[in-house]
Nanobody
Framework: QVQLVESGGVLVQAGGSLRLSCTASGIIFRVVRMGWYRQAPGKQRELVARITSGGSTNYADSVKGRFTISRDNAKNTVYLQMNSLKPEDTAVYSC?????????WGQGTQVTVTS
């Protein structure tokens, strides 16, 4: 049974930083592509950042230069370092694991950025 558990979401002021973590179990973590997605109220879920098993990354244009995705295969954990946060970054952030044709989701963690 695959489980993804996110943590680190809090309320933070604009300009601040935050690191989200997502720990996986029940999956061969080192071979899967991991991603962070977010969904703001009234909006569709969007990809924030993704990292392949080989460490290649890609980012949404809105977060390039501010967010960094990384992974620690020894800890089965993917991170999202978020700097220079803006109120428009407010959303529920969820991690996802892509294993073959399946995608698994975590429950999400709320990030709120106040101005």
């Amino acid at each position: 049974q695959v489980q993804l558990v996110e943590s680190g979401g809090v309320l933070v002021q604009a300009g601040g930083s935050l690191r989200l973590s997502c720990t996986a179990s029940g999956i061969i973590f080192r071979v899967v592509r991991m991603g962070w997605y977010r969904q703001a109220p009234g909006k569709q879920r969007e990809l924030v950042a993704r990292i392949t098993s080989g460490g290649s990354t890609n980012y949404a244009d809105s977060v390039k230069g501010r967010f960094t995705i990384s992974r620690d295969n020894a800890k089965n954990t993917v991170y999202l370092q978020m700097n220079s946060l803006k109120p428009e970054d407010t959303a529920v952030y969820s991690c996802a694991a892509d294993a073959d044709i399946d995608r698994y989701w975590g429950q999400g963690t709320q990030v709120t950025v106040t101005s």
